[in-house]
């Protein structure tokens, strides 16, 4: 494979030409309004590619998320949470290479009326890839802004024909300790496990990450496909997912088998509620430098507006 590096990859090369002159446009307009000083990176920069993975073709921005300053494609990729390949936050970029994310396909199976398997080539090629920047916050209280690359989890979902029993979607992450040296402890009972209740899993923030930063994903952020909720604190984001199961009972998820006290289903974020062992309130932006000041943890991660109406009535504190 041939890799050129950034500056050597003009845009118009990886993205269609019309995409681009709409790029073009949106970026003579944006620095008539002089917003573009908000916007972390040239907005260009959503499908320039690092070089360091393979070009998506014909994405489309959304403009989820415009105006937030995106963490470097660096910190995206060498600061990573995958037990798979090690407890440590550089293990993933170290080790996620030896997974092998061709041939792939993911099993959908429970209470549905037509379960079956699907293939990652056809999930590239069948749902509509939209560029979606989202900012995705962790329970260890730090935060990036990822150019993350998906579509919604519904559009999935619904092919496979959910039935009325379908009240939570069920996930879970490859087994193999070979490719997934991880594996060969238990630190977690594998494999990874996750869930939503139904409502969650069908909103349209809710979404099937496929790339980054306009490439596909890297194997340290969960190739070749994982899940992307940015209203919930980092762990509910399983990745390289190769079951997703409709089921009647809320699921069992692996940081709440591990620690049900300090780990609940719903981990959404939230100021209010402290984990047992440390504040939520503020988080620190990974980039800023570990001695810089701390931000604000905002209700549902700034997703309020969206998202509050799915818990109306619930108590968080219970519920977290
Ligand atoms: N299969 C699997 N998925 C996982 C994890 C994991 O260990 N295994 N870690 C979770 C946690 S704790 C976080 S914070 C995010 C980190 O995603 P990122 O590395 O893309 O930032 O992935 C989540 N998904
Ligand atoms: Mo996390």
């Known amino acids: 494979?041939?890799?050129?590096?950034p500056s050597d990859i003009k845009p118009s090369e990886i993205t269609d030409p019309e995409t681009y002159a709409k790029r073009r446009e949106f970026l003579k307009a944006a620095?008539?309004?002089?917003?573009?000083?908000?916007?972390?990176?040239?907005?260009?920069?959503l499908v320039t590619p690092s070089g360091q993975g393979v070009p998506m073709r014909g994405l489309v921005d959304t403009t989820h998320g415009d105006g937030l300053a995106l963490t470097s494609y660096d910190d995206i990729t060498s600061y990573n949470n995958f037990y798979e390949f090690g407890t440590g936050k550089e293990d993933p970029a170290r080790y996620a290479h030896q997974l092998k994310t061709r041939p792939w396909s993911v099993v959908v199976d429970g209470e549905c009326e037509a379960p079956g398997t699907i293939d990652i080539e056809e999930i590239?090629?069948?749902?509509?890839?939209?560029?979606?920047?989202?900012?995705?916050?962790?329970?260890?209280?730090?935060?990036?802004?990822?150019?993350?690359?998906?579509?919604?989890?519904?559009?999935?979902?619904?092919?496979?024909?959910?039935?009325?029993?379908?009240?939570?979607?069920a996930f879970e992450t490859l087994v193999d300790p070979q490719q997934m040296p991880g594996q060969k402890r238990a630190v977690l009972d594998w494999p990874y496990r996750e869930g939503l209740r139904m409502d969650e899993a069908m909103h349209p923030l809710t979404i099937l990450g496929t790339g980054l930063y306009g490439e596909l994903m890297p194997n340290q952020n969960g190739a070749p496909l994982r899940l992307v909720v940015p209203w919930k604190y980092g762990f509910k984001s399983i990745k390289s997912i190769v079951r997703i199961s409709f089921t009647f009972n809320q699921p069992t998820t692996t940081w709440w088998e591990s620690a049900?006290?300090?780990y609940g289903f719903y981990a959404n974020v939230n100021p209010e509620v402290d984990h047992p062992r440390w504040s939520q309130a503020r988080h620190r932006m990974i980039g800023e430098g570990l001695f810089s000041r701390k931000h604000p943890t905002l209700m549902f991660n700034g997703y309020a507006d969206q998202v509050a109406d799915l818990y109306r009535g619930m108590d968080l504190t219970k519920f977290y």
């Open 124 to 169: 590239l090629k069948r749902f509509p890839q939209e560029e979606r920047i989202y900012r995705l916050r962790c329970v260890e209280a730090w935060a990036m802004v990822v150019p993350w690359v998906g579509f919604p989890l519904s559009s999935l979902l619904s092919r496979f024909k959910p039935t009325s029993k379908a009240k939570y979607v």
């Open 260 to 262: 049900p006290h300090e």
């Open 31 to 45: 620095a008539a309004l002089g917003v573009g000083g908000l916007i972390g990176g040239p907005v260009s920069a």
């Open 1 to 5: 494979m041939l890799i050129k590096r």
